[in-house]
Structure formats: structure tokens, C-alpha cells
């Protein structure tokens, strides 16, 4: 929205690159964390440096109407709001949620912290949570960390798919 080059989302065929660029450069120190790039990564990945990976993969993609669209919905997704007897109290919202289910943060992921996923589940009557250990962060949770990420993932899912 602050990009010269976003025109009030009207901007055509011509992206804001100067304002996607920005937001993907703040959005991957959040997505991987602090360890990953001590841990210098990106050379997992065949980049030579850091410069090279973020050039690679963090350069202006995406659509600045479909980011915004995703913001306004981080800001305002609120599961309490479909009860509002439980007056914003999540533990209390999801301890009506009658189904087993299955929590899998990733131990270093920076926008949905484990601890938050265990406060969750103590909330949850029947509720599983079983934490990535990976530096990838946000990005392990989408299958773009390690091959041992997705196979811990993979695990977890079908073991907890044989419960009954």
C-alpha cells in the first residue's frame, strides 16, 4: 500500500515490484529463523550466498492485492467469533471442538510458535500436538524445508490417521 508503484491496488498490468520486493524481503526473515541463517542454509539449496537464495526466491513474486487479502485475514481470523457467548475466550472455543486433531508446528517457526499450539491443545478435548524440529522455520509447515521435515510430517500424519 505504501509502494509509489501500488496505485491504490489499481496498477494494472504492471506489479508494484518496489513494494513486493520489500514485503517478501521482511516476510523471509520471519519465514526462516534465526538459526537457519547462522546455520548459512541457503547452501542447502545451492545458493552461494544469501544474496543469491533471497534473489532466487524472495524477489518480488506474488500478487499485492492477493498479500493484502491474506494480512486482513491473519488480522481478523478469529474462530471465538462464531460463539460470541465465549466473549473471545479461544481455550473456551476450542474446547468445543468435538474432533481429534492433530497439531504440527514447526520448532522454530516465528508466525505460529509452538507454544502457542501447546496452549491450543491443552484447549482441545482430543488434541495431538507433535513439533517439527527444524530450522526451516514457517517454511518447513509447507513442505519447503528438509526432505527429514516432510518424512517427520508424513509420520506423524499417518500415525495419527491408525488412531481410532
Not at 49 to 58: A, D, F, I, K, V
Not at 87 to 112: E, H, M, N, W
Not at 143 to 155: A, I, P, S
Amino acid at each position: 500500500m505504501n509502494s509509489a508503484d501500488f496505485k491504490n491496488g489499481e496498477y494494472g498490468d504492471v506489479p508494484p515490484k518496489k513494494g513486493l520486493q520489500a514485503f517478501f524481503r521482511v516476510y523471509s526473515t520471519w519465514a526462516l529463523s534465526p538459526e537457519w541463517f547462522r546455520q548459512e542454509c541457503w547452501k542447502d539449496v545451492g545458493c552461494k550466498t544469501l544474496q543469491e537464495y533471497l534473489n532466487q526466491n524472495w524477489d518480488g513474486g506474488g500478487e499485492a492485492n492477493d498479500l493484502l487479502a491474506l494480512l486482513w485475514t491473519w488480522q481478523h481470523g478469529d474462530v471465538t467469533r462464531y460463539f460470541p457467548e465465549d466473549a473471545g475466550d479461544l481455550a473456551k472455543t476450542l474446547g468445543r471442538v468435538k474432533a481429534r486433531c492433530l497439531i504440527v508446528p514447526v520448532s522454530t517457526d516465528q508466525y505460529f510458535p509452538p507454544e502457542d499450539s501447546e496452549q491450543e491443545v491443552k484447549a482441545l478435548k482430543d488434541g495431538i500436538l507433535r513439533v517439527v524440529p527444524s530450522v526451516w522455520g514457517h517454511l518447513a509447515g509447507g513442505g519447503n524445508g528438509t526432505k527429514e521435515d516432510t518424512e517427520f510430517m508424513v509420520r506423524e500424519i499417518g500415525e495419527f490417521l491408525k488412531l481410532r
